[in-house]
């Protein structure tokens, strides 16, 4: 009998984008082409943004955005503990301090309830992170954004897709920063996206993703002339990375329908079983991207995870965990900061007693059916 494989990010690759990467490589043209404009228009359409910025990654996209907020050494951003570290990374990496706020236990999110004791005179900005794809509370974020006055990021590299009353995140701040890492919602093999409806905002990143240039490659109306105005990076996505975006943006609503059709059916099967919780995903007018799922050990079961994952594991069943410590309690960030084991119980809760299955679209009813019955085996 075959032995059955489930893993758990696996990027949907076929025909389509094998062609348009042959057909830039064989145009010769593998920067600033045609390629690159299509896969931001269509993000811009699907996202109904006006302005759509292909980067190198969502780490360089948000650092992209506080290094064009002047944002610096002196200032301090106010961070999620429950996050992938390159939310924390990208403001460290402009000099500023990440000031971590612990999460909600229900949804993973930052808890709104806990920002505004933690600024000081010395916040410039709030990031928030739309945890596996669930929304933040976006309209509570941006009242008290405007009352201290402070910029809003969001990383969505979890959340495309995932929408408040109709509006797609990364919409309610000043920019929202996407991923496309191989087991994301759509790839480019490795790259990112900011979108923002501040012009002002887009037309400096435009420039400072490349060297600050005054004239992008297409122009220049002499070859090779161009001036540099500001400090710049370069975060470019390449034409071959977008090539494959824009094959993923015309299948990222069949995506999403797999995703939900599927957590909802692993929803429905594991919500009564006892011994394990279930991170919250329906929410009255947020709509969610449903990148995994997340299941909460219950006490007398948190000392045999690793025995439960290996167990789903060595019956081909892939997990992974977001994320393995609240970013504090990561080695750099404790030993810079000082951070005591004991704060941010909600985020520990999450990274220590959680087991991320995968919802993806390469994974059909039949495979979560197998994996249903896995889980309750080994949790009974």
Do not use: W
């Amino acid at each position: 009998m075959k032995k059955i494989s489930i893993p758990f990010g696996k990027p949907l690759i076929n025909k389509s984008e094998f062609s348009a990467v042959n057909y830039v490589l064989r145009s010769g043209k593998y920067v600033h082409g045609k390629k690159t404009d299509e896969f931001e228009k269509l993000f811009r359409k699907f996202t109904n943004s006006k302005n759509a910025i292909t980067v190198s990654s969502c780490t360089a996209g948000m650092h992209l955005f506080y290094f064009n907020a002047g944002i610096s050494r002196g200032d301090e951003v106010i961070v999620p503990a429950q996050t992938h570290v390159a939310t924390a990374h990208a403001v460290e990496l402009v000099g500023a301090k990440p000031v971590f706020v612990d999460c909600e236990m229900e949804t993973g999110n930052i808890d709104v309830n806990k920002i505004e004791q933690k600024i000081s005179k010395k916040t410039k900005a709030i990031v928030v992170v739309h945890f596996l794809g669930v929304p933040v509370d976006m309209i509570r974020i941006r009242k008290i954004a405007k009352k201290y006055k402070l910029l809003i990021l969001e990383d969505c590299a979890l959340a495309l897709g995932s929408f408040i009353g109709g509006k797609h995140v990364g919409l309610f701040g000043d920019a929202g920063v996407f991923s496309f890492y191989p087991v994301k919602h759509i790839t480019t093999a490795e790259g990112g996206m900011l979108i923002t409806n501040n012009k002002k905002i887009a037309d400096k990143i435009r420039s400072k993703k490349a060297f600050g240039v005054d004239k992008n490659y297409n122009q220049r109306n002499f070859p090779g002339k161009y001036d540099v105005k500001e400090l710049g990076l370069n975060y470019r996505m390449s034409e071959v990375h977008a090539s494959i975006g824009v094959e993923q943006m015309k299948k990222i609503k069949n995506f999403l329908r797999l995703r939900r059709k599927n957590f909802d059916f692993l929803y429905s099967k594991l919500k009564k079983l006892k011994g394990i919780n279930i991170l919250y995903n329906k929410r009255k007018n947020f709509t969610s991207s449903n990148y995994c799922m997340n299941i909460i050990l219950d006490k007398k079961y948190e000392k045999k995870r690793k025995k439960i994952i290996n167990f789903l594991n060595d019956n081909g069943i892939g997990t992974s965990i977001y994320y393995p410590n609240p970013v504090p309690h990561m080695t750099y960030y404790k030993k810079k900061y000082k951070y005591n084991k004991n704060l941010f119980k909600n985020a520990s809760m999450i990274s220590y007693h959680s087991i991320a299955l995968s919802v993806g679209p390469h994974i059909n009813l039949k495979h979560l059916d197998f994996v249903v019955k896995k889980i309750k085996k080994v949790i009974k």
